[in-house]
């Protein structure tokens, strides 16, 4: 059986503001709010509310046979509850539907899982509370931050019971010769783990409305047909996971209603369902459907679902970031250490990865992505407003401890 797993990844970051060195000790508002409103409003009437809409729609309409998977950031949870409650209220909708699930990641949207062990396990609680809260689930999958994937991050991942599924990227460098269609397990054999098929996930998201393109119209009947041929490669029966996990904003957003992707996800369910040996699942829905056992598949450096590499070169590629991260985990523990739950929840919120990549200076299709995402004129200005914010923060942590 061919499984499709479509997730999606929902998550809009709070944008530090033209932060300039005169406004150090004398300004804690670090944050453009006024812009995070404006995007998330925008996003909120092309992306969430319309295809949460058409989500629900179907799910109705396939009465238990269609299914989609999310994990909501909380600094997006945050911004709904602020901005948009009934764009939060239309998720609680699929909730309740029975057939969604919402998975964990680090609350911040944060690549502590790479410097910083305790933060790590504090934000993955914090938002793992934070589902159960809104959404009434425990989730038992986890999706780290940017797909960030290696051993190491297995390693933590299997001290949290409560995790069965773990979502990587399916980049060749680590399966070699292997499918992304199986279910494999992880080094240590806690955890199994579903692997996105980027090729298929990426026509999508990425390449759908590239006229220059060879697939160029993607149509709903073409791209049912490649996923049928992916099933004649088994032979014994095994279950198959075809996992298109992408961005959320996707849909009317990054890929315009104009290019039809709202009648092409509107379309999917019904074309797939045909087929008697496709059928849509959850993550969680491989833990009593796999019936194989899985090889282990060990990855002993980081890979990411970003830019053409898949590994951490988004975030962490040059001197400014490099400097940026170091200086910030830094400042954080300091923070911790001063025990002020305000100064901590402010610098919580200066985790969330896409500080750092609006620092990447790469070049080509890569850096117009990283150009596409960012607030700011150039890297460099992104990089001198995080570091006089960590300013201000350094002159209020001293300030704190004087009192």
């Known amino acids: 059986m061919l499984n499709i797993v479509l997730y999606f990844q929902v998550h ?32 909120s009437d092309k992306c969430y509310l ?3 809409r058409l989500l629900l729609s179907l799910i109705d309409r396939f009465k238990g046979e269609f299914k989609v998977s999310f ?3 909380g600094s997006i949870i945050e911004q709904l509850r602020r901005y948009r409650p009934e764009v939060l209220e239309s998720f609680r909708q699929l909730a309740a539907t029975g057939q969604v699930e919402f998975m964990a990641e680090t609350y911040y949207h944060s690549l502590s899982s790479l410097f ?18 809104e959404f009434g689930q425990k989730p038992v999958t986890f999706r780290n931050t940017e797909l960030i994937y290696c051993d190491k991050v297995a390693e933590l991942v299997s001290q949290i019971d409560q995790f069965k599924i773990i979502l990587a990227e399916g980049a060749e460098k680590i399966l070699g010769w292997r ?55 088994e032979r014994d029966g095994r279950e198959l996971y075809v996992n298109l996990f992408m961005d959320y904003e996707t849909f009317g957003e990054h890929q315009w209603e104009d290019t039809g992707i709202f009648a092409f996800l509107e379309h999917l369910p019904g074309c797939a369902l045909k087929n008697g040996h496709i059928r849509f699942a959850n993550p969680r829905d491989a833990i009593d459907s796999i019936n194989y056992q899985p090889a282990r598949l060990s990855v002993k450096e980081p890979v990411s679902w970003a830019d053409t590499e898949r590994d951490l070169s988004a975030w962490f590629s040059n001197s400014l970031q490099s400097n940026a991260l170091r200086t910030y985990h830094d400042l954080l523990k300091k923070i911790k250490r001063s025990g002020s739950k305000h100064l901590i929840d402010v610098a919580r919120g200066l985790s969330t990865s896409d500080i750092y990549y609006y620092m990447c200076t790469k070049y080509f299709n890569d850096g117009d992505v990283h150009k596409y995402f960012s607030p700011y004129d150039s890297p460099e200005q992104a990089y001198v407003y995080f570091i006089n914010v960590l300013a201000d923060l350094e002159k209020r942590i001293e300030k704190e401890t004087l009192v």
């Open 50 to 52: 319309r295809t949460n």
């Open 12 to 43: 809009q970051p709070r944008r530090l503001g033209k932060y300039k060195v005169l406004h150090i000790g004398s300004n804690d508002n670090y944050f453009d709010d006024e812009l995070n409103r404006k995007i998330l409003n925008k996003v």
């Open 116 to 133: 910083d062990e305790e933060e790590f396990f504090d934000q993955v609680g914090m938002h793992s509370e934070l589902m159960e809260t």
């Open 179 to 233: 499918s992304p269609l199986y279910a494999y397990s992880t080094y240590n054999a806690n955890q199994l783990l579903l692997l996105k098929y980027y090729q298929l996930a990426d026509d999508i998201a990425f390449r759908f409305s590239n006229k220059s393109w060879l697939g160029f119209p993607l149509t709903v009947e073409r791209f049912v047909e490649w996923i049928e041929r992916l099933g004649l490669l």
């Open 71 to 73: 994990s909501l950031t």
